[in-house]
Each structure stands twice: as structure tokens, then as C-alpha cells.
């Protein structure tokens, strides 16, 4: 019988050491093969790394009762030697002890923050990719009720955050997320969405937001752009006056559906537009997308078609395939319109209005600045730098190591302006960005990917009382 998880693992020749920062990390390793695991326990670092190890249902089941025979046990292993190749060793940390009340109050505040701040973003975003950011949110917000399940103030938060998510669901409609509901526990979130089950909301959150991961992966892997669409191609020519045509198009919807103001469902539930009509309405959306528009009523408007396209009657079936975001039609969407005429070649520098860019420049001229993404893309630090009026924009990779160095630098005032490039992940990154603006007197403003549009909408929300 193995008296510990690193004892029993060294018998089959793999090492597991630990680090810990604002979550901890387990790198499992062997000669052949490793896995990095993320959790905000050893335990669950450790199951996160065997899951990627033992990725089958029977390879999963069969370690669960070698585990449960040998009453295996999360005990971290001295640090070994270091091994010629592979990542630098850490040593592992002490067993980490439940968040106190006042980090968890900070936690969430920070991803209240982020929920706002991502709002453009997420509304853009293909409806699968928003459920799984959704899920990520809601788990990562009541993982904290798993240390203060009494707690009345960490409950209210939660709850605010609840209504936070709902009030974009109802908005955007991607579909239904169960987590939102009041009465779920971990256990009742379907494994088909997380890969594995969850017994808390920690191990949940971490589950959702590998999910996430794996999603956007997916996504990569056919094609899609960095929102999930696979149309992109399609979107040259665009209109040449596409606020006008968004007016157009939204006058058009609402005159069946009633207001957008709220929610995507309409004020006469009842109400339908016919299949022509909402084919069309549905090409216009799309070749409206990533266009300087306004994000937030384009997505406004994406959701009551969505709202329609889900209790659509046998004559919308047909267009309503129109609206999935796998869907590219064979020439362009001002082509399937008959709208050439109303069209103009793209212009890839061309993205945000002059009077735009002069607002940013005059109130972030001279800001030492820098992003943090998972990617360095110099043309999009060529475009951002111009928009800036800035000779440089420094850039720093979102990776722990990296983030070490750059926080210190930004609580020590090098930097006036951080720019956090992490999508709808990196909880842990963005808290400790956040962390160290306010400590070093700087801004910062959460930019999605990282694009240039992403950063500047990002500095406009600011600008305009945003945060």
C-alpha cells in the first residue's frame, strides 16, 4: 500500500512537485511524457493533471480504484534533480490553506470587474464559446461558497455575480446555462460539458475553464476567427455606411420583435418575422460583424435572432442554419445580399473612426504601456502603437513566470498603462494585473486578445465611465 500520492506515482516511475501562487500547479511527469495541472489545491492540481494523463473514461476509472485500494493521498515529493530538458523545476509548496475572507471578497470583486469589462467581447463571441465562458464565471464565483458556504456577504456576491451572467444570457442568448440556475451543485453539471464530474465548485470551475480552452482550440484547429466564426472570409467587401445599416437592420427587428433595450426575447412572444425576412436579417447581422459598429447592439441583436432561430417554426429551419457560426456561405456576404453596390473593399488599417483614435491619443499619449497576451502579434502592436501615438508598446507573455517579474515592475510604477490581452480566461493573471495597477498608481484595461480594436474598445469603455 503506498503511503503517498508521490510514493504510489514514483512506482510507476512519474514525479509530481507543486507550486503555488494565486492557484497551484502540478507538473507530472515521467522520462517520455508530462502534464501540467492547475487547481486551487494540490488535490485538485493533481487531478487535473492525471485527467490530461488518463484522458479515457477507463483509464480514468481504473486509476479511480487503484486510488481508492491504495488510499492515495496528495503528499508532495521533495524536489528531484534536475532533468536535462523539460521546464525548470519548482519546489513544492505547503499545502495551501483556505482563502481568507478578505481575498475572497477581492476575488470576486476583480471578476465582477472582468464579467463588465468582457461584456463587448463575449457578445461578439460564437454562442458556444459564451456559454463556456458563462459556466467558467458562475463556478469560479461560487468555488469561494466552498470555504464560506455560510458566509451571507460572500453569498450576496455570488448571487450579484449570478444575476450579472443571467442579465448577459437574456441579452445575448447564446442558450441555456444550467450552473446559473439556484439550486444546482457541482454534481448536477452535465460531464458532457465539463469532460469529467465535479464534487465541488473549485474543481468545477477549473473543469469549465479547461473546457473553455479545448473549445477555443477546437475552434482554431477549423478555421474559425479569434471570436469562433467561421465567415470570415466572407465579410470583404463591407458596407460603406455600417452604423447606418445596423439602424436599418435593428428598426427592421424590433418593428416585430419590440425593443431590444432589455432582453432578447420579444415584448409579443408570439411574434414572428417570416423566412425571407429573417434570412435576411440574419446575412445583414453577419456581414455586419466586425465592422466598427456598436458590439453591444450587434450582439443585442444576434440574440432575438437567436431567440427566434430556437422556437423556430418549420420555415425558418432553413435560415436559421444561416445564423451558426460554422456556417460560410460560397461568396460574400454582400454578394448573397445583392448589395455590392452598398460595398467597399476592406481596409485593414482602416478600424476605427478618426475621431475615435484622436480621443484615445489625446488621453493616453505618453502612457509607458504594456500588453500582456498570450501571443506577440507586431502588427497588431504596430496598430495600437499608432492609434496611441506611442513609439513603443512593450509586451509581456501572460505565463507565471513572466507575471512574477512584470507585477513587480508595474507596482513600482514603470509602466501607466497595462493592457490585459487574456480572453475570458487567466483568472489568476488578470487578478494579479489588477493587483498591481492599483499598487502602482496605473491603468488598466482588459483588452480581450489583445487586438488593437480590442484594446482600443477597451480604453474607449474607460474613456466613457466604463472603468
Known amino acids: ?27 507530472l511527469r515521467h522520462d517520455a511524457d508530462q502534464w501540467i495541472g ?12 492525471l485527467r490530461q494523463a488518463c484522458p479515457s473514461a477507463l483509464a480514468w476509472t481504473l486509476l ?24 525548470p523545476l519548482v519546489r513544492p509548496a505547503a499545502a495551501p490553506a483556505p482563502p481568507d475572507f478578505e ?5 470576486l470583486s476583480c471578476l465582477s470587474d472582468r464579467i463588465r469589462d468582457a461584456r463587448e467581447e463575449l457578445g461578439l463571441a460564437a454562442p458556444d464559446r459564451m456559454r463556456l465562458a458563462i459556466l467558467a464565471w458562475i463556478c469560479e464565483a ?14 450576496d456576491e455570488v448571487a450579484a455575480i449570478s444575476r450579472q451572467l443571467t442579465e448577459v444570457g437574456k ?6 446555462v444550467t450552473a446559473l440556475q439556484l439550486n444546482m451543485q457541482p454534481s448536477d453539471l452535465p460531464r458532457s460539458v465539463l469532460g469529467a464530474s465535479a464534487t465541488t465548485w473549485g474543481r468545477a470551475a477549473d473543469l469549465a475553464e479547461r473546457a473553455l480552452a479545448q473549445h477555443e482550440a477546437s475552434e482554431r484547429e477549423r478555421g474559425a476567427d479569434a471570436y469562433g466564426w467561421s465567415d470570415h472570409t466572407a465579410l470583404d467587401p463591407v458596407p460603406h455606411r455600417p452604423t447606418e445599416v445596423l439602424e436599418a437592420l435593428q428598426s427592421d427587428v424590433e418593428a416585430v420583435g419590440g425593443p431590444l433595450e432589455r432582453f432578447a426575447e420579444p415584448r409579443d412572444s408570439s411574434a414572428r418575422p417570416d423566412a425571407a425576412q429573417f ?10 460583424r466586425n465592422t466598427e459598429v456598436s458590439p453591444e447592439r450587434w450582439a443585442r441583436l444576434a440574440g432575438r435572432l437567436r431567440w427566434w432561430a430556437a422556437r423556430r417554426g418549420g420555415a425558418l429551419v432553413g435560415p436559421a442554419r444561416q445564423l451558426d457560426p460554422s456556417y460560410a456561405p460560397r461568396q460574400s456576404w454582400a454578394a448573397e445580399l445583392g448589395r455590392l453596390e452598398d460595398a467597399r473593399p476592406r481596409d485593414p488599417d482602416a478600424w476605427t473612426s478618426d475621431a475615435t483614435a484622436d480621443a484615445v491619443r489625446d488621453a493616453y499619449q505618453g502612457h509607458a504601456t504594456v500588453l500582456v497576451s498570450a501571443r506577440r502579434d507586431p502588427v497588431e502592436i504596430d496598430r495600437l502603437k499608432k492609434v496611441l501615438g506611442a513609439e513603443e508598446v512593450s509586451w509581456s507573455l501572460a505565463e507565471q513566470r513572466r507575471l512574477d517579474a512584470l507585477t513587480a515592475e508595474i507596482s513600482q510604477g514603470r509602466y501607466q498603462l497595462v493592457l ?9 493573471p488578470d487578478r494579479l494585473l489588477a493587483r498591481a495597477a492599483r499598487s502602482g498608481d496605473a491603468i488598466y484595461v482588459r483588452a480581450h486578445r489583445g487586438t488593437a480594436r480590442s484594446c482600443v474598445r477597451g480604453l474607449v469603455r474607460r474613456l466613457n465611465g466604463g472603468r
Open 38 to 49: 492547475r487547481g486551487r489545491t494540490e488535490q485538485e492540481a493533481l487531478d487535473d493533471a
Open 171 to 176: 441579452a445575448f442568448w447564446p442558450g441555456s
Open 64 to 87: 479511480e480504484r487503484a486510488r481508492a485500494s491504495e488510499h492515495l493521498r496528495t503528499v508532495p515529493l521533495p524536489a528531484p534533480e534536475p532533468m536535462p530538458s523539460g521546464p
Open 142 to 155: 461560487r468555488a469561494h461558497t466552498d470555504y464560506f458556504h455560510d458566509n451571507a456577504r460572500i453569498r
Open 1 to 27: 500500500m503506498a503511503e503517498s500520492a508521490a510514493q504510489f506515482l514514483a512506482a510507476y516511475g512519474y514525479v509530481a512537485t507543486y507550486s503555488r501562487r494565486e492557484w497551484v500547479e502540478c507538473w
Open 420 to 428: 490585459g490581452g487574456l480572453g475570458f480566461q487567466a483568472s489568476g
Open 103 to 107: 481575498s475572497a471578497l477581492e476575488a
Open 279 to 288: 434570412l435576411r436579417w440574419t446575412q445583414t447581422l453577419r456581414w455586419l
